[in-house]
């Protein structure tokens, strides 16, 4: 019952910032810690591919923030709903942490899946990959919430509009994925290496996995931290706002 | 269900009253359709092999003009106040509004699109499949607009970044009906993509003005 | 060593990938931690000049 009401009791600002303040410092090394172990272990420890050689490593940064990208956008929607529904201010600040974050991690996932693809289609971008696609997509999708977002002066409208939007893009993402996975598998040519069959050993997996975790972490860090701002911003007329200001001041 | 065609009437009657925001999106419609040859080539193997694919854009294209004042007229003079207020359900008078514009705008692009089609060297027996495919297809098409007028009703100038929002989530239906289009000029069975494509019609017809509601709600405030 | 940083003749695609990485996984922190920075900034401006606002003024007599 304490953890449910702890719980309950983050939704109040001022019990999140402090709560945040606490907590971010070990976030963020815990994330350096477990993506520097990471990525040595893709990068040293984890043998070369069978078909791809070394040149397969760069899954190790591709993988992870493609992850992150997605996860991203169901936090997103997730967050935005709550707030549309149950009028949580802190929720749709969560909302608007998220949205940049979850864009450059899409964006980071395009430009590494498209160096990726350089040497193993010879082509920087290629249409018929579906993952590609479907990033490219997902970021029109967080670019729309944002553009949205900006463009409605009043925020609490602005909040509850793009839920909306946002709403109605999660529904669309698994139906934009398998459309866009459908019509990859009728255009792909036979020399199109599927860039997800490096017959994957588990010397190879636990560093990735080690990563994904890392990224996910790293990935919380960073909206904590713009939370503690957007609910600073959101909240600068209450008295805890002043009460902190003062303590800080000390 | 009075109140449904209500509405539809309604904005049946004043659709043809403005008669050049009726022509527009069509006009619209052949214009952008003709541009890709002079971007790219007259040739009629490379219209043949891409002109589904130019007809298809256009249409996606004409039917996001078509709704963009959807709401912003009745906004403007008032009455959207009044139907927010009305005891009958929002997103069934947002059905109605959309079911009118589609008429106005969807229908006439049935009737134009094998013209096009056929200018882009599509063979005759494709088209009943492109005429069928748009029938399912524009119906979504206008669901999704009308969701982008709802969603930037309060945004200065909002008719700018519908495209933004909307688009993206416009990529299956441009992918099923392409397809659908793509097997008819091949003489293949077309089934399944047209399936589909009913399938994501059902599912825009029955959530989205639901969506286009609580935003018309949001924006209004 | 050197071994390593040829990565089997893909160096240039994995450490431009892995460059790449390293600069947007820096740049969003920078601008996380930023934008806290700012809220922090204008809240502080604007709890002097709120206040200011606050504190009723004396009544002039006309």
Redesign the interface.
């Known amino acids: 019952m304490g953890l449910v009401r702890w719980f309950h009791s983050l939704a109040s600002p001022p019990h999140f910032y402090r709560f945040a303040r606490r907590l971010s410092p070990w976030l963020a090394v815990s994330s350096v810690v477990l993506i520097v172990a990471g990525v040595f272990g893709g990068l040293v420890l984890a043998p070369p591919d069978y078909l791809q050689g070394d040149g397969f490593r760069i899954i190790y940064v591709h993988v992870p923030s493609a992850y992150v990208g997605m996860l991203a956008y169901v936090v997103l929607a997730g967050a935005a709903a709550i707030g549309f529904v149950w009028r949580i201010k802190l929720a749709h600040a969560v909302a608007v942490s998220v949205a940049p974050v979850g864009a450059s991690f899409t964006f980071l996932a395009l430009v590494t899946g498209a160096i990726w693809g350089k040497p193993m289609w010879g082509t920087y971008w290629e249409w018929a990959d579906a993952r590609l696609v479907f990033e490219l ?1 997902l970021l ?2 967080f ?2 919430y944002m ?2 977002r900006a ?2 002066e ?1 925020r609490d ?1 602005a909040d ?2 793009s839920a ?2 946002a ?3 999660v ?2 993402v698994p ?2 994925h ?3 996975e ?2 990859s598998t ?1 255009h792909q040519g036979p020399t199109i290496a599927r860039l997800d069959s490096p017959a994957i050993t588990l010397d190879m997996l636990v560093p990735l996995l080690i990563v994904i975790v890392g990224f996910t972490v790293y990935f919380a860090w960073l909206v904590i931290c713009r939370l503690q701002g957007e609910v600073l911003e959101r909240e600068r007329t209450a008295r805890w706002v002043q009460q902190l200001l003062a303590e800080r001041a000390e | 269900m009075d109140v449904f065609l209500l509405i539809l009437r309604r904005d049946l009657k004043i659709a043809f009253r403005r008669w050049g925001e009726l022509a527009t999106p069509l006009i619209f419609f052949v214009i952008v359709a003709s541009l890709f040859p002079l971007a790219l080539s007259p040739e009629e193997a490379q219209l043949r092999a891409s002109g589904t694919g130019f007809l298809w854009i256009a249409a996606l294209l004409s039917s996001l003009l078509a709704l963009d004042g959807l709401f912003r007229n009745d906004l403007q003079d008032g009455s959207m106040e009044q139907l927010a207020l009305s005891p009958a359900p929002l997103a069934l008078i947002v059905l109605a509004k959309t079911l009118a514009h589609w008429l106005v705008s969807g229908v006439p692009l049935l009737v134009l699109a094998p013209f096009l089609a056929l200018s882009f060297y599509l063979p005759v027996e494709a088209l009943p499949t492109l005429v069928g495919a748009l029938a399912l297809a524009t119906p979504t098409l206008s669901v999704l607009a009308a ?1 982008g007028a709802a ?2 009703v ?2 200065r100038g ?1 008719g700018a ?1 519908i495209g ?2 909307v ?3 416009t ?2 239906v441009l ?2 009906g392409a ?1 659908a289009t793509d097997l008819a000029v091949h003489g293949e069975s077309t089934l399944g993509p047209l399936y ?1 494509l009913a399938a ?1 019609a059902v599912l825009a017809l029955s ?1 989205g003005p639901l ?1 286009c509601a ?2 018309l709600r ?2 209004l ?1 | 060593m050197s071994e390593f940083l040829d990565m089997g003749g893909y160096a240039r695609y994995v450490w431009t990938a892995y460059g790449i990485t390293l600069v947007v996984i820096v740049l969003n922190a920078w601008l996380a931690r930023r934008r806290h920075a700012q809220a922090l900034i204008k809240v502080k401006q604007m709890d002097r000049s709120e206040l200011i606002e606050r504190t009723p003024t004396v009544r002039r007599n006309p």
Do not use: C, M
Request: no cysteine.
């Open positions: 997509l029109f999708l670019l729309g553009v949205l463009a409605i009043d409208k509850r509009v909306i939007l709403a109605v893009g529904i669309n139906i934009i398998y459309s866009v459908w019509w009728l | 969701l969603l930037t309060s945004v909002g970044i933004l929002l688009l993206p989530l990529a299956p992918i099923f397809r589909l994501l959530l969506a609580a935003a949001v924006g405030e």
